[in-house]
C-alpha cells in the first residue's frame, strides 16, 4: 500500500495581542484630554460667577448714585435695594417708589427689622409733653452736671420756658395695644442696662453754628445706647442768635462716658453732629451657654464678664439732645436725622419754621413732631411708631416696618404726594376734611381692612371695591393732591376726612 504523505503546516507560536480596552469616557479615549476639559469647565463656571458677581456689584453702584442723589448724599446712604412690602405698581402713585427707597437705605444701615418689635414705651399715640417730660426729668436728677463748651454762649438749658407744649390730639380707636379695640399681643422688651431707680450724672457738649453759613445740618447717633435716647427740636432760642445743639450724655459711670464720642464737622456744606458708644459685647443669646474667655485670658479693662451682671449701673448710659432754633428764625432748607435707638420729638414753636426738606431714619423707636411745616418729609422707622401733625407742600411720607403710624397731615400746597404706611401693624391718616380734594388708595394685608370714612358720605367716590383695597377721590378728582394708606400685615389701613 502507498503511504500518503502527510503534509505540515507551519503554525506561528507568538500569540497576538490582545484587544484594546476601551476607557470608561466614550468620548475621551484619553484620559489627560478629559481631565483638561473638566478644568476649563470649572474655571469657566467661576469666570461666569465672577462676572455675574461683577454685573450686580455694577448694579448695585449704580443704584447707590442714584439714591444718593436722591437721599441728598446721606452718609447712611450705603448701597441697598429699595424696601420690599412697599407697593409701587398702584398706577398714579409711582411716588411710593421714593418712600421704598429710603425705608432701603435705613434698613441697610440699621438692618432689617426681623424680629425686632417695638417697646412697650413707645406704644402711646399721644405725643408726650416734651418740655414738660425734660422738666420733670432734670428736678428729678440729684446730680452735678459737666459742661464742655465748644464756644462762648450761654447754657443751652432743656427746659426753656419759651416752649408750650400739649399732648397731640388722636384717634380714640388707636390706644396702647390695639387696633381699633382689637387687642395686639405685647412685644418684648430689648436688654437695658438703665433701670429706673438709678441716679446718673450728665455731662452736655455744645455747639453752635450760624444759620447763614449752614443751611443744612445732620445729626447722626451710632450703635452704643440699648437704652435709646430723646431729641427734641424747638424754636426757642434768641433773636439773631446761632443754631445750638446740646448733647448731654446721662451715665451711670465714667468708663460708660469715656467710652462714647460726640464730634461735629463740615460734611459738604452740612453741618454735622454725630455720636456714637462702643457698647461692651453683649450677654449671649438666651438659650446657649457664654462663650469662652478670649485664650484663656480675662476679659480686657471695661469689659464685663460673659452675662448679664446684675449691677448694670456702669454700664448705662442714655442721652438727650436739644436742638434749638433762633426764635426770628424763618425758614431752613434741610435737617437729617437718623439714629440706631432714638425717639424724636418737637415743640409746637416749631411750626414756626418752615424746612425745605425733613429726613428721619430710626432703626428702633419713633418720630413725633407736634407740628412740622416744611416742603417735603420723610420719617421711617424699622421698629417703632410714626406720629404728629405735619403741613407738607410737597411730600408725606410716614412709614413703619414694626410698629404703627397715626398721623394728621394737611397739603397748603397746589399739589401734594401723601404716603403713609406700616409693613407689620396698623396705619391712620386724617386730612382736614374742608380744605383736601383728591384721589386716595387704601389698601390693606393680611388680618387687615381698609377704611375711609368722611363727614358727607357724597363726596366720598369708591371707583374700586375690594376686600383688601378701596380706590376713589374725595370732592374732586385729579387735582394734584394724593394719599396713599397701606398696611401690610396684622392692622387696618384707615383714611379719615375731618
Excluded: W
Excluded at 468620548?27 to 461666569?48: E, G, L, Y
Excluded at 435716647?229 to 433773636?239: L, M, N, T
Excluded at 389698601?443 to 376686600?467: C, M, N, Q, W
Amino acid at each position: 500500500m502507498d503511504e500518503k504523505k502527510v503534509e505540515y503546516v507551519a503554525v506561528p507560536t507568538t500569540e497576538l495581542p490582545p484587544p484594546p480596552v476601551q476607557s470608561g469616557c466614550s468620548r475621551c479615549p484619553n484620559k489627560d484630554a478629559c481631565r483638561k476639559k473638566a478644568r476649563r469647565a470649572v474655571k469657566f463656571a467661576i469666570a461666569a460667577a465672577v462676572g455675574c458677581y461683577a454685573i450686580v456689584g455694577l448694579a448695585r453702584h449704580v443704584s447707590y448714585n442714584r439714591n444718593a442723589a436722591v437721599l441728598d448724599e446721606s452718609p447712611f446712604d450705603i448701597p441697598h435695594h429699595p424696601a420690599q412690602g412697599i407697593p409701587h405698581d398702584v398706577p398714579g402713585f409711582e411716588y411710593v417708589r421714593e418712600a421704598a427707597d429710603f425705608m432701603g437705605s435705613v434698613e441697610a444701615a440699621f438692618g432689617r427689622a426681623h424680629g425686632h418689635h417695638p417697646p412697650h414705651d413707645l406704644a402711646a399715640p399721644a405725643a408726650p409733653e416734651c418740655c414738660a417730660q425734660f422738666n420733670e426729668a432734670v428736678n428729678e436728677r440729684k446730680h452735678h452736671k459737666h459742661h464742655r463748651h465748644h464756644s462762648k454762649h450761654k447754657d443751652v438749658d432743656a427746659t426753656q420756658a419759651a416752649c408750650p407744649c400739649v399732648p397731640l390730639p388722636h384717634h380714640k380707636g388707636h390706644h396702647k395695644g390695639s387696633v381699633d379695640g382689637k387687642h395686639l399681643p405685647p412685644p418684648p422688651s430689648p436688654p437695658k442696662f438703665c433701670k429706673p431707680e438709678y441716679e446718673l450724672q450728665s455731662t452736655s457738649t455744645v455747639f453752635d453754628f450760624s444759620p447763614e453759613q449752614f443751611k443744612r445740618a445732620s445729626l447722626f447717633i451710632g450703635s452704643g445706647f440699648p437704652d435709646s435716647g430723646k431729641i427734641f427740636f424747638s424754636k426757642s432760642g434768641d433773636e439773631g442768635s446761632n443754631i445750638k445743639v446740646n448733647v448731654t450724655v446721662l451715665h451711670g459711670s465714667e468708663e460708660a462716658l469715656k467710652a462714647t464720642s460726640i464730634s461735629a464737622f463740615d460734611h459738604n456744606g452740612k453741618y454735622t453732629v454725630e455720636m456714637k458708644r462702643n457698647l461692651p459685647h453683649p450677654p449671649p443669646h438666651r438659650g446657649l451657654p457664654p462663650p469662652p474667655p478670649h485664650d484663656g485670658q480675662p476679659p480686657h479693662d471695661g469689659e464685663p464678664p460673659h452675662g448679664p451682671p446684675e449691677d448694670t449701673l456702669p454700664l448705662c448710659a442714655k442721652y438727650e439732645i436739644h436742638v434749638q432754633f433762633p426764635s426770628d428764625l424763618e425758614e431752613f432748607e434741610h435737617v437729617d436725622i437718623r439714629g440706631r435707638d432714638a425717639q424724636v420729638e418737637s415743640c409746637p414753636s416749631l411750626k414756626l419754621l418752615k424746612f425745605d426738606k425733613v429726613t428721619a431714619g430710626i432703626g428702633r423707636g419713633y418720630v413725633n413732631f407736634a407740628s412740622l411745616y416744611a416742603d417735603e418729609a420723610i420719617l421711617g422707622v424699622l421698629a417703632g411708631h410714626v406720629r404728629g401733625e405735619y403741613a407738607v407742600t410737597k411730600t408725606f411720607h410716614g412709614m413703619v416696618r414694626h410698629g404703627s403710624t397715626v398721623v394728621e397731615v394737611s397739603a397748603p400746597g397746589e399739589k401734594s404726594d401723601i404716603f403713609v404706611n406700616a409693613d407689620r401693624g396698623f396705619a391712620f391718616a386724617k386730612l382736614p376734611a374742608d380744605s383736601f380734594e383728591g384721589d386716595f388708595v387704601v389698601r390693606s394685608g393680611f388680618r387687615g381692612s381698609p377704611l375711609v370714612e368722611a363727614p358727607e358720605p357724597t363726596d366720598l367716590h369708591i371707583e374700586k371695591y375690594r376686600p383688601n383695597h378701596k380706590s376713589g377721590y374725595y370732592k374732586t378728582k385729579n387735582t394734584g393732591h394724593k394719599v396713599f394708606v397701606h398696611t401690610g400685615f396684622g392692622g387696618d389701613a384707615k383714611l379719615v376726612f375731618e
